[in-house]
């Protein structure tokens, strides 16, 4: 496990809590959520219900279109033009709650590791943000209110695990869709809800070196 890679932090559920998930997504309605249960457990539960997740600063969208984004990871699947989602909810939320007026360039992953059995690590997570602002150093300063998009996986496809140099073979919780996708619920979320460390970084630091150097994600100053 790498220096930078940080797991999910440990959660026991009340006994109510998935009967209130199941109520929230039967009726639509994310305000039948308990508000004693932090709001990722509930994104954690959608996506081992089978669900996907898009996260976003808007809650007025009734229709995702597909898209080219700007990506500099080595990898070919994340340039496609699509409609991408996650299987993991703490994922999505780095998106939801990314305040873009506010930030030049965002890193962050979400990834599993294979180990020595076959079998697959936790989840691990890393968030950087580099502010357009160079005198903020806070990286949760950087983020805002959001929402968090529940999308059902028919015509989805998922990411094929890949070698990653130096770690292993490795698979992110990343789908895409070539065509557009209607979400079913929109799911409210805040930066009190992400329970993850945020960094900050240079983007045109990094942005150089993820040319000269696309594996040495996420390039740290140490």
């Not at 340039?79 to 007026?101: E, H, I, P, Q």
Request: glycine share 10%; net charge negative; no cysteine.
């Amino acid at each position: 496990m790498r220096p930078w890679m940080l797991e999910a932090p440990p959660l026991d559920l009340p006994g109510g809590a998935v009967p209130a998930f199941r109520a929230a997504l039967d009726e639509r309605d994310s305000s039948r959520l308990p508000g004693d249960v932090p709001r990722w457990a509930f994104l954690a539960w959608l996506a081992g219900e089978g669900w996907l997740l898009h996260g976003s600063a808007r809650g007025d969208l009734t229709l995702f279109e597909p898209r080219t984004p700007h990506d500099l990871g080595p990898d070919e699947f994340s340039k496609r033009t699509g409609v991408f989602a996650a299987s993991d909810g703490l994922w999505a939320m780095m998106y939801a709650l990314l305040d873009r007026n506010r930030v030049a360039g965002m890193l962050n992953t979400a990834v599993q590791v294979q180990e020595a059995d076959g079998g697959w690590s936790p989840m691990r997570y890393f968030l950087s943000l580099a502010p357009r602002d160079p005198a903020v150093k806070d990286g949760r300063a950087l983020l805002s209110p959001g929402f968090v998009y529940v999308l059902p996986e028919g015509g989805f496809e998922p990411m094929p695990a890949y070698e990653w140099p130096g770690l292993g073979e490795v698979r992110e919780p990343h789908w895409v869709n070539p065509a557009p996708v209607r979400p079913v619920l929109a799911v409210p979320v805040t930066p009190a809800h992400f329970p993850l460390p945020v960094r900050t970084h240079d983007a045109a630091r990094v942005d150089a070196l993820s040319r000269t150097d696309p594996w040495g994600f996420p390039w740290l100053e140490e």
